[in-house]
Structures are given as structure tokens and as C-alpha cells.
């Protein structure tokens, strides 16, 4: 028996859900600033108010320096640009917030900017119940009958904030324990961008049909994402003629980000539901990753490229749905990582794993995909790419056990060895790879065990089975 075979599931070191933030107890009480609050509370409520901003350093409102604060602007809208149909030529912040402690913004409507709410270096922050639809979205080059590499967005890079370019509904750089619910956004590139921001809880809000990037996470850890809809974050896909997604994505999680919670999410009908990378950290040292984030529950069907994209990383995906989609789930590079009683159906791929290592893959139902399981490996590496000098890089050592097949159960084995498998399924290994068939199913986790709980008085974010949905439906 492999040894990994000895380890059972309650070995793995799994991602807590991180606590609700905290209440803040000792931060100071409110005092004195200079800032544009007051200015901001005395607007007219259910009436547009036009304030440009012409560049990120000059935004239309800051708020600096204020302590346990509320500003509730239900009923007050600030335009930056008036003229619709323009959103490539939006500029600008409608309100920066910068050294804030415990502050709360509510009800605000900001439209016609390059990012709505831009807030750094302000721990507590609460955003709630706002609405940041139509701002700044790049026009696109791609047709409906010729696609336009000019489109495919960048997201490697951020440590110096490139992704601020791109333009968000809210953009949050070092606020640590952030809240951010029951928002709006759509018309847009990007909905919420976190950068060097942990422990936030983000739920129930709306951030789809966008152009780009529903959330973002870059360098940002141990943040709860739960009852989100995120539907139709997508662009570079036109049916039946094109399908790549150019790196639009329903959740974008970059750069050393890990231990995250993803739960109950509707990510349907975007570039890649969810989209994983380690980083170029990682590319570069052959360490770190985005580790150990539990990903459970969410809906990532109907993606033009991938339902879930997760490289060279070590993660959990539990009881999602993926269905029509180009690749279910792929998991290059992935080692160590867990796929457990998720449903994948009418893939070309179900679950595909190139140069993985030591991955369990258990009790999931995987019908009418064209290939049900794809684990292989390349016969060579790039040569100018330090990744695979300084790791192993083969594939091997992965378990796979009381899997469910309909329509097609074809295994693909390519350059992959030390497989142990359980169950019936039509194997097709080539020359280069190894196997064993168990007389024994492996031990199948308790999956209440794994269950994040629910919000109390979340959304249900998730589109009804009778609703219209499909990949036919994206219209660019």
C-alpha cells in the first residue's frame, strides 16, 4: 500500500473559516479631522451630484483619519462623468479613504469613475449596501466573429498597485477585518479588489456582468467569501466561435493568498469561475503559493475556459457544481491538494492535472464529460522557466477512489506514475505511467465535517435550475 494511502484525510491541516471581525474594542473614540464627511452628509438625497475626478491623486472626496464613524448616505449619488455609453474614458476616485479606523460608509450610489471606493491603510472598514454599477470598463477589440489578443487582461502584478489601472467598484489596500456586504456592481471591469488585506468578510453582495474580475485577491489571507453572486464576469468568448475567457474570472485569487474560505457562491457564466495562481513569488523560488484556501460549495458552471483554475498550489475543493464548461477542474501543478464530492458534468474535461503531485481525488460524480479524468505530464520543461529546477515537477502519486461515472468514465494516464485507484473505470494509461487498482475503497471524509456554516441571513445567490443559463447565453 503507497504510503499516502496511510494518511488519512484528518491529517490535513484544512483552512479555518476566519472569525467574524472583531468589534474593535480598543480603538480610539471619534476625534477631530480634515476630511470631506460633513460635506458628503449634507448632499441631497434622490438627486445625482456630479464631481469629477480627473486622476486617482485628485478624487472628488477623501475621508482621512476618522475613528468609529458611520456616514450613511442612503439616497446620495455622485457621477464623475455624466456622459453614458463611455465607460473606457471614466478617470478618477469618487471617495478615498485613507487612515480610517472603524468607519463605516452605507447606502452611497457612485457611478462614472475608475474606482468608486479606493480605501488603504484604514483596518474596520464597512461598506454595506451601496451601489457602484457603471464605472470605468475598457472598450474591447474582439468581435463577435474575430477575437483580439489585445483583450486578454494582466493580473500577475500588483505589488505596486497596477491593478488600481484596472478600475474597481471598491479597491482595498492594507485594511485589514474589512466588511463588505450586500454591495452592487455591474457595468463594469472589476467589482471588489483586495491587496494586502486579511480576515475580511465579504458576503451576500452582487458583482456580475462584468468585463473582468467579480473579486480579487492579491497578497490577502484568511478572508471569508461566502453568498456572493458573481455571475457573468466574462469577456474573449463569442459561441461557437472562440472560447478563452482571456483571464476574465467570476473570483481571481493571486499571489501568495491563502487560507481563505470560499463557500456558497454563484460564479456561473464567467472567463474561469474561479481562477488560482501561486504567484510569480513562486515562479521565480519554487516556495509559497496560494495554500490551503477551502473552496466548497459554489456554482462554476458555464465557463467558456475553466470552472475552476488552480496552479501550483496546495488546496480544497469540496462539493461544488461544474458543469459545461471547457476543463471542469484544472489543477496544473497542483500537490497535496484535495477534490472531494464535487459534481462535474458535460466537461471536455472533467478533472485534469498536469505535473501534480500526491492529490486525492474522492467520491466525486463526473457524467457526460468527454474525458472524465485527465493526470499527465509534458515531456520536457521550458528551459528559461526556474519553476521546474527548483521542484519536482513529475506526475505522480495521486489517489482516486469511489468516484461515480456517467456517460463516460475514461481515465487518461499520460508520463504519470505510482496512481492508486478504486472503482470502475475505463483506464487508458500509456507506456510512461504506472498504476495500482485497490482491492478497497480509500476512507471518505465526513463532509458535515468540512461544512462552513452558513451566514445568518445571507443571500442566496445561486440562479434557479429553471432559469435560462448555458454558454449560449454570453453575449459580449
Not at 471591469?189 to 483586495?194: D, E, K
Not at 482516486?400 to 494509461?429: I, K, Y
Request: glycine fraction near 6%.
Amino acid at each position: 500500500m503507497l504510503p499516502h494511502l496511510l494518511l488519512t484525510l484528518s491529517l490535513l491541516t484544512l483552512p479555518q473559516p476566519p472569525a467574524l471581525p472583531s468589534a474593535f474594542e480598543n480603538l480610539p473614540q471619534p476625534s477631530p479631522s480634515t476630511n470631506d464627511a460633513t460635506t458628503l452628509t449634507s448632499l441631497k438625497k434622490n438627486q445625482p451630484h456630479t464631481f469629477p475626478s480627473i486622476t486617482r491623486q485628485a478624487p472628488a472626496f477623501v475621508l482621512r483619519n476618522l475613528r468609529n464613524t458611520t456616514l450613511d448616505l442612503t439616497g446620495v449619488t455622485l457621477v464623475g462623468n455624466p456622459i453614458p455609453g463611455t465607460p473606457d474614458t471614466f478617470t478618477g476616485v469618487a471617495i478615498l479613504i485613507e487612515d480610517c479606523e472603524n468607519l463605516t460608509l452605507t447606502g452611497l450610489t457612485a457611478r462614472g469613475y475608475q474606482i468608486a471606493v479606493l480605501a488603504r491603510n484604514s483596518p474596520g472598514l464597512t461598506i454595506t449596501r451601496c451601489d457602484f454599477s457603471n464605472n470605468y470598463a475598457p472598450r474591447l477589440f474582439s468581435t463577435p466573429l474575430t477575437e483580439d489578443n489585445r483583450d486578454w487582461l494582466s493580473f500577475h502584478h500588483n505589488d505596486d498597485n497596477q491593478w488600481l489601472a484596472l478600475g474597481a467598484a471598491i479597491y482595498l489596500d492594507s485594511c485589514p477585518y474589512p466588511t463588505i456586504t450586500w454591495n452592487r456592481a455591474s457595468g463594469g471591469q472589476n467589482g471588489l479588489l483586495l491587496s494586502r488585506t486579511d480576515n475580511a468578510l465579504v458576503h451576500s453582495n452582487t458583482f456580475h456582468y462584468l468585463s473582468g474580475v467579480g473579486i480579487g485577491l492579491y497578497r490577502s489571507s484568511f478572508n471569508a467569501v461566502m453568498h456572493n453572486r458573481l455571475d457573468y464576469c466574462v469577456r474573449g468568448y463569442s459561441h461557437g466561435v472562440y472560447s478563452r475567457g482571456q483571464d476574465s474570472a467570476a473570483l481571481l485569487v493571486y499571489e501568495q493568498s491563502s487560507n481563505n474560505l470560499f463557500a456558497y457562491n454563484s460564479a456561473t457564466h464567467s472567463g474561469d469561475g474561479f481562477f488560482l495562481w501561486a504567484g510569480q513569488t513562486t515562479m521565480d523560488t519554487g516556495q509559497g503559493g496560494c495554500n490551503d484556501n477551502l473552496v466548497y460549495g459554489n456554482d462554476f458552471s458555464h465557463a467558456p475556459a475553466n470552472g475552476i483554475q488552480a496552479t501550483f498550489s496546495r488546496n480544497y475543493f469540496l462539493s461544488n457544481q461544474i458543469d459545461d464548461c471547457d476543463h471542469g477542474i484544472w489543477a496544473g501543478y497542483s500537490f497535496d491538494s484535495l477534490i472531494l464530492a464535487n459534481t462535474l458534468s458535460a466537461n471536455r474535461v472533467g478533472i485534469a492535472i498536469e505535473h501534480g503531485q500526491s492529490n486525492t481525488i474522492l467520491a466525486n460524480h463526473l457524467a457526460s464529460n468527454t474525458t472524465a479524468i485527465r493526470l499527465w505530464a509534458r515531456p520536457t520543461q521550458p528551459p528559461d522557466w526556474p519553476y521546474p529546477t527548483l521542484r519536482d515537477t513529475a506526475s505522480r502519486h495521486h489517489l482516486l477512489s469511489g468516484n461515480t461515472f456517467a456517460g463516460n468514465a475514461d481515465l487518461v494516464l499520460q508520463r504519470t506514475t505510482e496512481v492508486s485507484l478504486h472503482g470502475s473505470v475505463n483506464l487508458r494509461p500509456d507506456a510512461h505511467s504506472t498504476f495500482t487498482r485497490l482491492p478497497d475503497p480509500a476512507p471518505v471524509p465526513d463532509l458535515a465535517s468540512w461544512t462552513p456554516p452558513h451566514i445568518p441571513c445571507a443571500q442566496n445567490p445561486f440562479l434557479t435550475r429553471t432559469a435560462t443559463r448555458g454558454r449560449h447565453t454570453i453575449l459580449i
